[in-house]
């Protein structure tokens, strides 16, 4: 299991208050429900989903690029 990066505090609390403590678990959840969350910015979601790609993985409605 792969840790989340490092975000800002705001963004840390609303991911641990949502039980996502990994990018695998990150990875179940749509890019529009993470930005939902109190604290999650388009600045965060940017680094999320960097850190995701990184690891080969992506948000479940992110496109697939070939």
């Keep these: 299991m792969t840790p989340l990066p490092k975000c800002s505090a705001p ?13 695998e678990q990150l990875a179940t959840y749509t890019k529009q429900e993470i930005s ?8 965060v979601l940017l680094v ?13 409605d992110s496109e697939i690029h070939s």
């Design 36 to 43: 939902a969350l109190h604290g999650v910015g388009p600045s």
């Design 11 to 23: 963004a840390e609390r609303a991911l641990q208050a949502a039980y996502i403590d990994t990018l």
């Design 48 to 60: 999320l989903e960097s850190a995701l790609h990184e690891q080969g993985l992506r948000f479940t």
